[in-house]
């Protein structure tokens, strides 16, 4: 069985809930990711997307240079264990309706890695049209 640990990417950039919202952009834009996860020190406290910050942010006329990440990012981050197989995490993304996860380690709740469909299309193609159409269908839960 192929797990998270043996595709997810480890080189993993994060910021804080007291960031900027220009500084997650600008992080976004540097290494070329549309979402980030949010430590509080070594503690997951949630994942800020470029599309966070449109909608919760700019939209509503706040300053970027003041606005902070923990006002806009989604607290309640879902997230999976380095350990864990593929094809239950695959699952769980299309039933989340997310294309990004972070990946914390079981017994610390460090976070070791993302793991994106990216990163599952390059072993896993025949199960991600399904993820696709979960994530992509209209039907919020």
Wanted: glycine content about 8%.
């Amino acid at each position: 069985m192929q797990t998270i640990q043996d595709v997810m990417s480890s080189d993993v950039h994060y910021v804080g809930p007291t960031d900027t919202i220009r500084r997650a952009a600008q992080l976004m834009e540097e290494f070329n990711v549309g979402a980030l996860p949010v430590l509080d020190g070594d503690a997951l406290v949630g994942m800020i997307t470029d599309r966070d910050i449109v909608v919760r942010s700019i939209s509503k006329g706040k300053d970027p240079e003041s606005d902070r990440v923990g006002n806009v990012m989604s607290p309640e981050a879902f997230s999976c264990h380095a350990g864990q197989g593929v094809d239950a995490v695959l699952a769980a993304m299309g039933d989340q309706q997310i294309r990004r996860v972070p990946v914390i380690d079981q017994a610390s709740h460090k976070l070791l890695g993302m793991v994106s469909l990216g990163d599952l299309a390059r072993t896993q193609s025949t199960q991600i049209d399904e993820a696709l159409r979960n994530i992509s269908s209209d039907n919020k839960q």
